[in-house]
T-cell receptor, first 111, second 114 residues
Framework: DAGVTQSPTHLIKTRGQQVTLRCSPKSGHDTVSWYQQALGQGPQFIFQYYEEEERQRGNFPDRFSGHQFPNYSSELNVNALLLGDSALYLCASSPLGGHEYFGPGTRLTVT | AQSVTQLGSHVSVSEGALVLLRCNYSSSVPPYLFWYVQYPNQGLQLLLK??????LVKGINGFEAEFKKSETSFHLTKPSAHMSDAAEYFCAVTPLGGDTPLVFGKGTRLSVIA
């Protein structure tokens, strides 16, 4: 079992650009959540996807959007990047209502 | 709203000494509580979780935590620190049933001195 995988590992973008991060859930999991972890902070919940729909959302602007595919994999999109969007983005998968398993994260740097 | 407070952003212990990482929560209902560990450049790994069963929870790598409702605490302990325990530790909470997002504390960095 490969566990939760994320790509890319690192990337650097410029302010105003758009970025897409990808996540493949652990085998057997149908729910994917995304978290943002700024430097020196705990992870903050962005949103959760189940059955290809956004099921719950945290306090993040509409610039943050996502998608879940029929194979349960997911994408996180961020438009009009700001310097403050620099962070580690963590994907977590679970059975609905079950314990979340985290991936290794994608380190995004906005310059 | 639920929140988690981790006392001490950095804790340093000697190898073989007791590890105590503090976590207090606020919740209007009995919560589920979690401790995660994060090694450098890695994601989060679950150490242990409290889900309203036994108040003393044993986890991986010799860690345990005790849920104390009267103190709204869920402190993490390990009798004897090992060099490999050096990492960032996060306490998290979610309402009973676990069907809401995790709310994390800011984390405590544990250093182990030889």
């Amino acid at each position: 079992d490969a566990g939760v995988t994320q790509s890319p590992t690192h990337l650097i973008k410029t302010r105003g650009q758009q970025v897409t991060l990808r996540c493949s859930p652990k085998s057997g999991h149908d729910t994917v959540s995304w978290y943002q972890q700024a430097l020196g902070q705990g992870p903050q919940f962005i949103f959760q996807y189940y059955e290809e729909e956004e099921r719950q959302r945290g306090n993040f602007p509409d610039r943050f959007s996502g998608h879940q595919f029929p194979n349960y994999s997911s994408e996180l999109n961020v438009n009009a990047l700001l310097l403050g969007d620099s962070a580690l983005y963590l994907c977590a998968s679970s059975p609905l209502g079950g314990h979340e398993y985290f991936g290794p994260g994608t380190r995004l740097t906005v310059t | 709203a639920q929140s988690v407070t981790q006392l001490g952003s950095h804790v340093s212990v000697s190898e073989g000494a007791l590890v105590l990482l503090r976590c207090n929560y606020s919740s209007s209902v009995p919560p589920y509580l979690f401790w995660y560990v994060q090694y450098p450049n890695q994601g989060l790994q679950l150490l242990l979780k409290y889900t309203s069963a036994a108040t003393l929870v044993k986890g991986i790598n010799g860690f345990e935590a005790e849920f104390k409702k009267s103190e709204t605490s869920f402190h993490l302990t390990k009798p004897s620190a090992h060099m490999s325990d050096a990492a960032e530790y996060f306490c998290a909470v979610t309402p009973l049933g676990g069907d809401t997002p995790l709310v994390f504390g800011k984390g405590t960095r544990l250093s182990v001195i030889a």
